[in-house]
C-alpha cells in the first residue's frame, strides 16, 4: 500500500482564549475553536466533508451528529479513533485514511476536556462529582482507598522512580523542577495560556506536597480552552492562505493491558513503555527521518515525571537517564530537543495535546512568536499513555 | 476489630460483580486470593477471562501466602475529591507478593508514619470489615515476630 506520508496537511487552526474562569461552556467553547480554525483557512461548514474527533471524551459535550446539525455540515465522513490526548494526536492518522480512501475531502477535529469552570454534563444520579468516577475495577480495587485518579497513580511511579534509579529526593526535585520551570518558561513567552508569571526552583521547591512526592507544581491545573484544525488533502492545500504543514509521519503501537490498568499495574514495565518507542519509530520511518532530524517534540506533560517517563519511552534518553537529560537544557527552546513549546499541559493549558497541535502548526509557519525555534522544520507530537501510544510528525512546507 | 480507616463514607466495592466476587469472598475470610491460572499455575493481576500467559480459560483464585511487601506508596495531603478530603491525610500504596511478582494491590498503609515508610518494606495484612459483604484489605509493617 502506498505509504500516508505527506498526503494531508493541516490548513487552519483555532482555539479560544485559555482560563482558569471563563464561565462558559464546553460547546460554546468548541463552537468557537471551529469557527477560528474555519476563518483562518477561509472556508465555511460547507466546505467541511468529514469530521474525526477522540473516541472517548469530547463527544460526551459535542457529538458529531449535533455537530452537523449546529453548524450545518453535510458530513460524508465521521470517526472516532484513541482517547483524549493521543486520540488528539491520532485524529491525523484517522483524518488521512478517510482522505486517502476519497471518504472525505476535508476534515474538521475538535477537542475541550470540559474540565473548566463550567461543566454541561448533568451529575450522575449519586450526585458524585465527575472526578470521583472511574470505571469497573478502578472503583472496586482502588477508588474505595482513595487512589481516586491519575494524580495518586503517577505520585506512585514518582517514588518508585526515585527508588528503581537510585535518586535523592533532592537530585529529583531538581529533575521534576527542571521540567515545571521550563514550561512555564515557554507559556510565558508565549503569553497565551493561562500561567503569565515565571516560576523559580525556589517556587517550585516551596510549593505544597500535595501527594509525596508530588508538588502543586508538578500537576497541570484544570482550565477553560477548546482548539480544532483543518486537514485536507496536499493537492487541495495549496489553495489556502497559510502555507500547508504537512502530516509526514503517523506511528502507533500499544502493549496488551488488564482492564482497568492505568498506572497502577504494568508489571516490569511500571516505569517504561517499550511501546511507545515502537510508535515513535514507525513514524519517524514514514517521514524518513531519525531522531536528530526533530526540532521539537510536544509531550504529554500534564505532570513532570510523566515527561520523564515518556522522553525514555520514547527513547530520547535511556531509562533513567530523563533527569540528566531535562537537567542540561537540551529540552529548551535552545537546546536539541526542545518539548511543549508553547509551555504544554503544565503551564499553557490543559487540552490534551489539542493545545500543543496548534502550537506545533504554528512552529512549522513561523508564527510562533517569542517561543518560535530557528528553522524548524519537523516537530513531532505524542499522545503519552499507559497502554497505547500514538505519534504524529509534521513537516512544514 | 477496631475501625482503622473510615471507608463508609466513600466509594465502596461492587463485591457481588461475578468476576471478582472470589476476591472479596476471600477477604472475608481473611485471605487475598489473586487470580492464578490451573494449567500454567502463573499469576496474573487485574483479573482477565483468559490466562494472559497461556490463554488458558481455566483460571481459579488462589490465597497467597508469601511475604507482602511495599512496591511503591504515596502520601496523599489533598485529594480534591470532598469525598475522600473528610479523611485527611492518608497513604495509598501498591503491594506486591514474592510468589506473584510484578502484580500490584493497591490499598492503603497504617500505623506508619509516611517518614518511616520505605520500598520493599515487609508488610502483614489487616482485614477491615466494613458491613457483612465488604471486608477491606489493608496493610501495615510487619511485627517483628521475635520482638518481646
Redesign the interface.
Known amino acids: 500500500m502506498e505509504s500516508l506520508r505527506d498526503k494531508i496537511a493541516i490548513v487552519g487552526i483555532g482555539e479560544t482564549e485559555y482560563s482558569f474562569k471563563l464561565n462558559r461552556g464546553a460547546r460554546e467553547l468548541i463552537t468557537e475553536a471551529i469557527y477560528k480554525a474555519l476563518d483562518d483557512a477561509k472556508i465555511s461548514p460547507k466546505d467541511i466533508d468529514g469530521v474525526v474527533t477522540e473516541s472517548t471524551w469530547v463527544q460526551q459535550f459535542l457529538n458529531h451528529p449535533e455537530l452537523a446539525l449546529g453548524l450545518g455540515i453535510n458530513t460524508r465522513y465521521a470517526g472516532g479513533i484513541g482517547s483524549t490526548g493521543n486520540g488528539n494526536v491520532a485524529s491525523f492518522h484517522l483524518a488521512a485514511k478517510a482522505i486517502a480512501a476519497g471518504q472525505a475531502d476535508t476534515v474538521l477535529t475538535y477537542f475541550t476536556n470540559g474540565y473548566g469552570s463550567q461543566q454541561d454534563i448533568p451529575k450522575t444520579a449519586s450526585g458524585a462529582r465527575r472526578e470521583d468516577i472511574t470505571r469497573g475495577i478502578k472503583d472496586s480495587f482502588e477508588a474505595p482507598y482513595g487512589s481516586n485518579g491519575p494524580r495518586i497513580y503517577f505520585a506512585q511511579v514518582a517514588n518508585r522512580y526515585m527508588y528503581e534509579y537510585g535518586l535523592t529526593k533532592e537530585q529529583f526535585s531538581r529533575q521534576l523542577g527542571a521540567i515545571a520551570i521550563n514550561n512555564r518558561r515557554n507559556a510565558v513567552l508565549n503569553g497565551r495560556g493561562v500561567e503569565k508569571e515565571p516560576l523559580t526552583y525556589e517556587d517550585y521547591l516551596n510549593s505544597r506536597m500535595i501527594a509525596d512526592p508530588l508538588r502543586l507544581f508538578d500537576f497541570c491545573r484544570w482550565n477553560d480552552g477548546a482548539c480544532a484544525w483543518i486537514v485536507t488533502s496536499a493537492e487541495r492545500a495549496k489553495g489556502f492562505p497559510h502555507a500547508p504543514v504537512y502530516v509526514t509521519g503517523m506511528g502507533s503501537s500499544w502493549t496488551p493491558e488488564a482492564r482497568g490498568d492505568y498506572w497502577t499495574q504494568g508489571g516490569k514495565n511500571y516505569l517504561y513503555k517499550p511501546h511507545m518507542a515502537v510508535a515513535l519509530d514507525r513514524a519517524l520511518q514514514m517521514a524518513g527521518i531519525s531522531r536528530g532530524d526533530l526540532d521539537f517534540a510536544q509531550i504529554y506533560d500534564a505532570y513532570t515525571i510523566m515527561v520523564l517517563i515518556f522522553l525514555e519511552s520514547l527513547g530520547f534518553c535511556k531509562k533513567g537517564e530523563g533527569g540528566a537529560f531535562v537537567e542540561s537544557g537540551a529540552i529548551s527552546l535552545e537546546g536539541s530537543l526542545p518539548i511543549d513549546t508553547h509551555g504544554g499541559n503544565l503551564s499553557h493549558s490543559y487540552i490534551n495535546m489539542a493545545s500543543h497541535i496548534v502550537e506545533a502548526v504554528r512552529q512549522l509557519r513561523g508564527d510562533a512568536g517569542a517561543c518560535q525555534i530557528k528553522d524548524a522544520e519537523y516537530g513531532m507530537i505524542e499522545g503519552g499513555s499507559s497502554w497505547e501510544e500514538f505519534v504524529t510528525i509534521l513537516r512544514r512546507a | 476489630m477496631k475501625e482503622y480507616l473510615d471507608?463508609s463514607k466513600?466509594?465502596?466495592?461492587?463485591?457481588e460483580?461475578s468476576e471478582?466476587a472470589d476476591f472479596w469472598e476471600g477477604t472475608r475470610q481473611g485471605e487475598i486470593r489473586l487470580p492464578r491460572c490451573r494449567d500454567c499455575n502463573q499469576f496474573?493481576?487485574?483479573?482477565?477471562w483468559l490466562c494472559?500467559f497461556c490463554h488458558s480459560p481455566n483460571i481459579e483464585w488462589y490465597a497467597v501466602t508469601s511475604q507482602p511487601r511495599l512496591?511503591?506508596?504515596?502520601?496523599?495531603?489533598?485529594?480534591?475529591?470532598?469525598?475522600?478530603a473528610i479523611?485527611g491525610p492518608?497513604i495509598?500504596?501498591?503491594v506486591e507478593f514474592d510468589e506473584a511478582p510484578?502484580?500490584?494491590?493497591?490499598?492503603?498503609i497504617i500505623e506508619c508514619q509516611?517518614e518511616d515508610i520505605y520500598?520493599g518494606m515487609p508488610l502483614e495484612a489487616v482485614f477491615q470489615r466494613v458491613d457483612d459483604k465488604i471486608t477491606?484489605p489493608?496493610f501495615r509493617p510487619m511485627k517483628d515476630k521475635h520482638a518481646a
Open positions: 471507608f466513600g466509594p465502596l466495592p461492587d463485591v460483580f471478582w496474573h493481576f487485574y483479573p482477565c494472559p512496591f511503591t506508596w504515596t502520601y496523599v495531603r489533598r485529594n480534591l475529591s470532598p469525598v475522600f479523611r492518608y495509598v500504596a501498591l510484578n502484580l500490584y494491590l493497591t490499598t492503603n509516611p520500598i477491606m489493608i
